[in-house]
C-alpha cells in the first residue's frame, strides 16, 4: 500500500492518543512518501508512552510538515522520495507494523547502496525540523553527573582523558560525603523545579535513595527478574528450531512491560516502557552494568531531555576467558572494577556528548567523579577549558564551581 | 563531517603523518623507490595469508595518538616492513559476515548477513583453484564464528563447490569435542556474534568436522581441547589452528579471520581495548610463524586489514564504538597492511582504494583471474 490510500480506520489499532494524533494529520501523512511515513508512524504508535520531550519533538515536526505548502513539502521529502523501494516493502502492513517495515527497510538500503543517501537525506531533514522548532526556556541549566570507579581502590588508567579538553581536571577533591553531597543535589533540584521526566538517577547497583518526588529512578539491581526473564526468553528463540535473529528481533520490538513482569499506570507505564526498550533495544545492557548505566543515560538525555541526570556506574561482572569457560566450573559472576572503570571513563563521556546535544547545551554542566577518591572532571559555563586545578575541596565548594 | 571521500581523505591524511612521525615511512618512495624484486615468473611456491583484523576497529582505538599504545607490534614491528594503504573504502554493508564474504569475492556481497548462505559471486579460493588447477587442500579458511561457515564457496554456477576452501571453525569443533566428552560449559563459548549474542545458526557449509580436524592437522582431539583450555580467547584458537595448517599441509592461500574485537557490541570499552591489543600480538604471532616456517619464509605475502570500522564518536545515531550501524565514514574508512618479498617497506600510500580491490590484487601476484570482481589491483604492491 502506498500512504496515498490511507483512511482512518488503518489506525483502529494505535492507542487512544496516537490514534488522534494519526486521524487529525491523515491529509498529511497521504503526502509523504513511503520511505519516510512509516518512520514517522513507527515514532507516533508509542505515543501514548512517550516522554513529554519526546511528544514536544514529534508534536513540532508534525507542524512543521503541515505547515508546509505541497511544493515545499515535494521539495521537503525529495531525497526520500527518490529512493528505491521494492515491492516487498509496499507489501508489508507498515500501519500497523512500523517497526517491522523499518527493520526491513534499512536491510533493503544497505543491500541496494542506498543507505548513503537516506542517511545524508535524514541529517539533512532534522536539521531543519530542530532549526524550526520553537526554542524553549529551560526551568534551569541542566546539570549532568557521572560517578565513575565504585569499587577501585587504585588506579592507574589515565582518567578523563577525553573530557579535560572541554573542562577543569581537579585532583584535590575531599571524597568523604561526596556520593551523599551529589544525592541530595539531585533530589532538591528534583523538589525545586518540578517537571514530569525533567530528573533522573540511574545506578549500575540498587537505588541509593528513598523513592523522591520528581525524580525518575532507574537501577541494574531492581530489574534483575525482568532482565533474567528476557535473556531467558531470547535464548529460547535464538536456540536451533527457534526462529533466529529475524524472529528475536519481532518479538524484541513487540515485547510489553507485562510480559516480562513490569506493571503499572501513567507515569509508571511511561517509566516501565522506557525501561523495557532499555534492555531490549540496548546490546549487552542485560549482562553488563556499566552498558545498562551508559546506555540508560544516553536514552534518557536523548528522549526524556532532563535538566538533572545522575548516572552511577558500578563493577560489570567479569568476562569470563576461554580457558575459564573451559575449566567447565560454573562460577558466581565476579565482579570486574578496574575493567568497569575504563569502561565508564568511556561512559561518563559519551553522557557529555549526549547532553550536549540537547538544547541549553551552552550552559549545561557536567561533572565526572571518581567515586570515594579525589579526581573529578567538571565543564561549566562557568569554568575554562583543559585546565587541571589542585585546590582542596569538598563535594559542596566544587558542585558550587559549577554555577 | 563532510562526505565520504573528504572525511576519508581526513583520516588517511592522518594515519599518514602519523605513520611518518612513528615509523619514518614516506609516501614518496612509493613513486621513487626501487622496484620490487621478483623472479622472471613467480615461482609458484608463493603463498598468500590474509588476515582480517576483525570485528571493526576504529582510528581513536589504533591509528590516533591516544591509540597508538594497543598497536605496538602493527607499529613498531609490521609498518616498517609493509607497504601500507590509509584509505581503503568499504561502500558496502558493514555486517561481519557479508563485509568478510565481499572482501573474499572482491565484490559487495548483499546478502542476510545473519543468514547461513554462500557469497553469490566466486571467492578467491575459487579463483585461485580453477585457474590455477591447485588441489582443495591449498586453499584454507579459519574463521572464529559459526556464520562464517559458508564462505568457503560461493553459490556460482561456474564455481561452486568443486573449487572452493575448506573452512575451519575452531570454536565449533571444541564445541564438539568437549560435547563428545560429556563436558558442560561450552555454549557460551559458541556465542557467535556479538550483535546477536544468543545466535548458533545451523551449519551447512563445507566446514571440515571433527574427525577430519584431528587428521589433516594430525591434531588428536585430545591435543586440540587441551591447548584450547591454555588460551584466552576465540581468536587465540583460531591462529593456533591456522599455524597447525601452515605445519602440516602448507596451503598456498589461507584466510584468517579474528572476530574478538566484536566484543564491542557488549558496550564495554574494556574489553574492546583488550581485544584489540590481542588481535594485534595475534598478527605478530602469524607473521613469525611465517618467517619461520620454511613453506612460507621469503615467498609468503601477507596482507592485513580490518573488515571495516565502528561508528564515531560524534555520530548521533550511533553509540560510538559500540555498534557500526550508521554507516558513517569513519565505519566505512579503514586501512591495509601488505608485506612480504617484492613489497616495498615502509611505504605510505595514501590514495583512495576500496575493500573489493584486495582479490584483483592477489590475484595479480598469484595468476589468477578474478573475472567478477569489482576493484582493481593495487598496483603500488605488484
Same mark, same amino acid.
Given at each position: 500500500?502506498?500512504?496515498?490510500?490511507?483512511?482512518?480506520?488503518?489506525?483502529?489499532?494505535?492507542?487512544?492518543?496516537?490514534?488522534?494524533?494519526?486521524?487529525?494529520?491523515?491529509?498529511?501523512?497521504?503526502?509523504?512518501?513511503?520511505?519516510?511515513?512509516?518512520?514517522?508512524?513507527?515514532?507516533?504508535?508509542?505515543?501514548?508512552?512517550?516522554?513529554?520531550?519526546?511528544?514536544?519533538?514529534?508534536?513540532?515536526?508534525?507542524? #512543521?510538515?503541515?505547515?508546509?505548502?505541497? +511544493?515545499?513539502?515535494?521539495?521537503?521529502?525529495?531525497?526520500?522520495?527518490?529512493?528505491?523501494?521494492?515491492?516487498?516493502?509496499?507489501?508489508?502492513?507498515?500501519?500497523? +507494523?512500523?517497526?517491522?517495515?523499518?527493520?526491513?527497510?534499512?536491510?533493503?538500503?544497505?543491500?541496494?547502496?542506498?543507505?548513503?543517501?537516506?542517511?545524508?537525506?535524514?541529517?539533512?531533514?532534522?536539521?531543519?525540523?530542530?532549526?524550526?522548532?520553537?526554542?524553549?526556556?529551560?526551568?534551569?541549566?541542566?546539570?549532568?553527573?557521572?560517578?565513575?570507579?565504585?569499587?577501585?581502590?587504585?588506579?592507574?588508567?589515565?582518567?578523563?582523558?577525553?573530557?579535560?579538553?572541554?573542562?577543569?581536571?581537579?585532583?584535590?577533591?575531599?571524597?568523604?560525603?561526596?556520593?551523599?553531597?551529589?544525592?541530595?543535589?539531585?533530589?532538591?533540584?528534583?523538589?525545586?523545579?518540578?517537571?514530569?521526566?525533567?530528573?533522573?538517577?540511574?545506578?549500575?547497583?540498587?537505588?541509593?535513595?528513598?523513592?523522591?518526588?520528581?525524580?525518575?529512578?532507574?537501577?541494574?539491581?531492581?530489574?534483575?527478574?525482568?532482565?533474567?526473564?528476557?535473556?531467558?526468553?531470547?535464548?529460547?528463540?535464538?536456540?536451533?528450531?527457534?526462529?533466529?535473529?529475524?524472529?528475536?528481533?519481532?518479538?524484541?520490538?513487540?515485547?510489553?512491560?507485562?510480559?516480562?513482569?513490569?506493571?503499572?499506570?501513567?507515569?509508571?507505564?511511561?517509566?516501565?516502557?522506557?525501561?523495557?526498550?532499555?534492555?531490549?533495544?540496548?546490546?549487552?545492557?542485560?549482562?553488563?552494568?556499566?552498558?545498562?548505566?551508559?546506555?540508560?543515560?544516553?536514552?534518557?538525555?536523548?528522549?526524556?531531555?532532563?535538566?538533572?541526570?545522575?548516572?552511577?556506574?558500578?563493577?560489570?561482572?567479569?568476562?569470563?576467558?576461554?580457558?575459564?569457560?573451559?575449566?567447565?566450573?560454573?562460577?558466581?559472576?565476579?565482579?570486574?572494577?578496574?575493567?568497569?572503570?575504563?569502561?565508564?571513563?568511556?561512559?561518563?563521556?559519551?553522557?557529555?556528548?549526549?547532553?550536549?546535544?540537547?538544547?541549553?547545551?551552552?550552559?549545561?554542566?557536567?561533572?565526572?567523579?571518581?567515586?570515594?577518591?579525589?579526581?573529578?572532571?567538571?565543564?561549566?559555563?562557568?569554568?575554562?577549558?583543559?585546565?587541571?586545578?589542585?585546590?582542596?575541596?569538598?563535594?559542596?565548594?566544587?558542585?558550587?564551581?559549577?554555577? | 563531517?563532510?562526505?565520504?571521500?573528504?572525511?576519508?581523505?581526513?583520516?588517511?591524511?592522518?594515519?599518514?603523518?602519523?605513520?611518518?612521525?612513528?615509523?619514518?615511512?614516506?609516501?614518496?618512495?612509493?613513486?621513487?623507490?626501487?622496484?620490487?624484486?621478483?623472479?622472471?615468473?613467480?615461482? #609458484?611456491?608463493?603463498?598468500?595469508?590474509?588476515?582480517?583484523?576483525?570485528?571493526?576497529?576504529?582510528?581513536?582505538?589504533?591509528?590516533?595518538?591516544?591509540?597508538?599504545?594497543?598497536?605496538?607490534?602493527?607499529?613498531?614491528?609490521?609498518?616498517?616492513?609493509?607497504?601500507?594503504?590509509?584509505?581503503?573504502?568499504?561502500?558496502?554493508?558493514?555486517?561481519? #559476515?557479508?563485509?568478510?564474504?565481499?572482501?573474499?569475492?572482491?565484490?559487495?556481497?548483499?546478502?542476510?548477513?545473519?543468514?547461513?548462505?554462500?557469497?553469490?559471486?566466486?571467492?578467491?579460493?575459487?579463483?585461485?583453484?580453477?585457474?590455477?588447477?591447485?588441489?582443495?587442500?591449498?586453499?584454507?579458511?579459519?574463521?572464529?564464528?559459526?556464520?562464517?561457515?559458508?564462505?568457503?564457496?560461493?553459490?556460482?554456477?561456474?564455481?561452486?563447490?568443486?573449487?572452493?576452501?575448506?573452512?575451519?571453525?575452531?570454536?565449533?569443533?571444541?564445541?564438539?569435542?568437549?560435547?563428545?566428552?560429556?563436558?558442560?560449559?561450552?555454549?557460551?563459548?559458541?556465542?557467535?556474534?556479538?550483535?546477536?549474542?544468543?545466535?548458533?545458526?545451523?551449519?551447512?557449509?563445507?566446514?571440515?568436522?571433527?574427525?577430519?580436524?584431528?587428521?589433516?592437522?594430525?591434531?588428536?582431539? +585430545?591435543?586440540?581441547?587441551?591447548?584450547?583450555?591454555?588460551?584466552?580467547?576465540?581468536?587465540?584458537?583460531?591462529?593456533?589452528?591456522?599455524?597447525?595448517?601452515?605445519?602440516?599441509?602448507?596451503?598456498?592461500?589461507?584466510?584468517?579471520?579474528?572476530?574478538?574485537?566484536?566484543?564491542?557490541?557488549?558496550?564495554?570499552?574494556?574489553?574492546?581495548?583488550?581485544?584489540?591489543?590481542?588481535?594485534?600480538?595475534?598478527?605478530?604471532?602469524?607473521?613469525?610463524?611465517?618467517?619461520?616456517?620454511?613453506? #612460507?619464509?621469503?615467498?609468503?605475502?601477507?596482507?592485513?586489514?580490518?573488515?571495516?570500522?565502528?561508528?564515531?564518536?560524534?555520530?548521533?545515531?550511533?553509540?560510538?564504538?559500540?555498534?557500526?550501524?550508521?554507516?558513517?565514514?569513519?565505519?566505512?574508512?579503514?586501512?591495509?597492511?601488505?608485506?612480504?618479498?617484492?613489497?616495498?617497506?615502509?611505504?605510505?600510500?595514501?590514495?583512495?582504494?576500496?575493500?573489493?580491490?584486495?582479490?584483483?590484487?592477489?590475484?595479480?601476484?598469484?595468476?589468477?583471474?578474478?573475472?567478477?570482481?569489482?576493484?582493481?589491483?593495487?598496483?603500488?604492491?605488484?
Amino acid at each position: 500500500m502506498q500512504p496515498d490510500q490511507l483512511n482512518a480506520d488503518q489506525f483502529s489499532g494505535y492507542p487512544p492518543q496516537a490514534r488522534q494524533v494519526a486521524v487529525h494529520r491523515l491529509e498529511l501523512f497521504r503526502q509523504l512518501p513511503l520511505a519516510f511515513l512509516p518512520l514517522l508512524l513507527r515514532e507516533l504508535i508509542a505515543y501514548d508512552w512517550k516522554f513529554p520531550a519526546e511528544r514536544s519533538d514529534l508534536d513540532n515536526q508534525l507542524a #512543521y510538515l503541515s505547515a508546509r505548502s505541497s +511544493e515545499q513539502l515535494a521539495d521537503a521529502m525529495a531525497p526520500f522520495t527518490k529512493l528505491r523501494l521494492s515491492a516487498e516493502l509496499v507489501e508489508v502492513n507498515w500501519v500497523s +507494523e512500523p517497526a517491522q517495515f523499518s527493520e526491513r527497510l534499512t536491510a533493503h538500503l544497505w543491500a541496494t547502496h542506498q543507505i548513503d543517501a537516506f542517511r545524508t537525506a535524514a541529517i539533512d531533514y532534522v536539521h531543519k525540523v530542530n532549526a524550526a522548532a520553537p526554542s524553549m526556556p529551560l526551568p534551569l541549566p541542566r546539570l549532568t553527573i557521572a560517578v565513575i570507579g565504585a569499587g577501585v581502590e587504585r588506579n592507574s588508567y589515565p582518567l578523563f582523558r577525553r573530557l579535560r579538553p572541554q573542562g577543569v581536571y581537579f585532583n584535590g577533591i575531599d571524597p568523604q560525603n561526596g556520593w551523599h553531597v551529589l544525592l541530595e543535589t539531585i533530589v532538591a533540584r528534583a523538589a525545586m523545579h518540578p517537571v514530569p521526566f525533567g530528573h533522573w538517577y540511574i545506578d549500575g547497583g540498587a537505588v541509593a535513595t528513598p523513592a523522591s518526588p520528581g525524580l525518575a529512578c532507574v537501577s541494574y539491581d531492581a530489574l534483575q527478574g525482568v532482565r533474567n526473564a528476557l535473556v531467558n526468553k531470547m535464548r529460547s528463540v535464538m536456540q536451533p528450531g527457534g526462529g533466529g535473529p529475524e524472529v528475536l528481533r519481532t518479538m524484541l520490538a513487540q515485547m510489553r512491560p507485562e510480559d516480562v513482569g513490569l506493571t503499572g499506570a501513567g507515569e509508571a507505564a511511561v517509566l516501565s516502557r522506557f525501561q523495557v526498550s532499555i534492555l531490549t533495544e540496548g546490546s549487552g545492557t542485560q549482562l553488563f552494568s556499566t552498558t545498562f548505566v551508559q546506555w540508560s543515560a544516553r536514552e534518557a538525555l536523548r528522549r526524556a531531555q532532563p535538566v538533572t541526570l545522575l548516572a552511577r556506574f558500578t563493577p560489570r561482572q567479569r568476562e569470563q576467558s576461554m580457558k575459564d569457560l573451559l575449566a567447565g566450573i560454573e562460577q558466581a559472576p565476579v565482579p570486574d572494577p578496574a575493567g568497569s572503570l575504563i569502561d565508564a571513563d568511556m561512559g561518563a563521556y559519551y553522557t557529555w556528548l549526549n547532553q550536549q546535544r540537547l538544547s541549553g547545551a551552552q550552559q549545561s554542566s557536567f561533572l565526572a567523579w571518581f567515586e570515594n577518591h579525589n579526581e573529578a572532571l567538571a565543564i561549566s559555563p562557568a569554568l575554562p577549558r583543559g585546565k587541571t586545578d589542585e585546590s582542596a575541596l569538598d563535594m559542596r565548594q566544587l558542585l558550587r564551581r559549577l554555577t | 563531517m563532510g562526505t565520504l571521500r573528504q572525511v576519508a581523505q581526513r583520516v588517511a591524511l592522518s594515519r599518514r603523518e602519523f605513520l611518518r612521525a612513528a615509523t619514518g615511512a614516506g609516501a614518496g618512495a612509493a613513486l621513487f623507490g626501487l622496484a620490487p624484486l621478483r623472479g622472471a615468473d613467480l615461482p #609458484y611456491g608463493r603463498k598468500t595469508v590474509v588476515v582480517t583484523f576483525g570485528g571493526g576497529a576504529r582510528d581513536e582505538e589504533t591509528f590516533m595518538p591516544d591509540g597508538q599504545e594497543n598497536i605496538p607490534t602493527l607499529l613498531k614491528r609490521l609498518i616498517p616492513q609493509a607497504t601500507v594503504f590509509t584509505q581503503v573504502v568499504n561502500r558496502g554493508i558493514l555486517g561481519h #559476515y557479508v563485509a568478510t564474504a565481499s572482501l573474499a569475492t572482491g565484490v559487495y556481497e548483499t546478502f542476510n548477513n545473519f543468514a547461513a548462505v554462500a557469497p553469490e559471486n566466486p571467492t578467491v579460493f575459487e579463483y585461485f583453484r580453477r585457474d590455477l588447477k591447485r588441489p582443495a587442500s591449498d586453499a584454507w579458511v579459519v574463521a572464529p564464528s559459526n556464520g562464517f561457515n559458508r564462505i568457503g564457496e560461493s553459490g556460482h554456477r561456474a564455481y561452486g563447490p568443486s573449487f572452493g576452501a575448506g573452512v575451519i571453525l575452531p570454536k565449533r569443533l571444541l564445541g564438539t569435542a568437549l560435547s563428545a566428552t560429556g563436558e558442560a560449559q561450552y555454549e557460551h563459548l559458541l556465542r557467535d556474534n556479538y550483535e546477536t549474542p544468543l545466535y548458533t545458526p545451523q551449519l551447512s557449509g563445507s566446514e571440515i568436522e571433527l574427525h577430519q580436524m584431528a587428521e589433516l592437522l594430525k591434531l588428536s582431539v +585430545e591435543a586440540f581441547t587441551a591447548h584450547a583450555r591454555s588460551l584466552a580467547s576465540p581468536d587465540e584458537l583460531s591462529v593456533y589452528i591456522a599455524r597447525q595448517l601452515m605445519r602440516q599441509l602448507a596451503p598456498s592461500l589461507l584466510w584468517v579471520t579474528l572476530h574478538d574485537i566484536d566484543i564491542a557490541h557488549s558496550g564495554t570499552y574494556s574489553l574492546y581495548i583488550d581485544a584489540i591489543q590481542r588481535t594485534d600480538r595475534l598478527c605478530g604471532e602469524l607473521w613469525s610463524a611465517i618467517q619461520t616456517h620454511p613453506e #612460507y619464509a621469503g615467498k609468503t605475502t601477507l596482507f592485513i586489514l580490518p573488515d571495516f570500522g565502528r561508528d564515531s564518536d560524534t555520530d548521533p545515531g550511533g553509540n560510538g564504538f559500540q555498534h557500526h550501524r550508521t554507516g558513517d565514514p569513519l565505519s566505512r574508512t579503514t586501512w591495509m597492511i601488505v608485506m612480504g618479498p617484492g613489497v616495498r617497506e615502509n611505504v605510505v600510500v595514501d590514495r583512495a582504494v576500496e575493500s573489493t580491490d584486495l582479490v584483483p590484487t592477489i590475484g595479480s601476484m598469484l595468476g589468477f583471474s578474478p573475472r567478477l570482481a569489482q576493484g582493481r589491483p593495487l598496483s603500488e604492491v605488484l
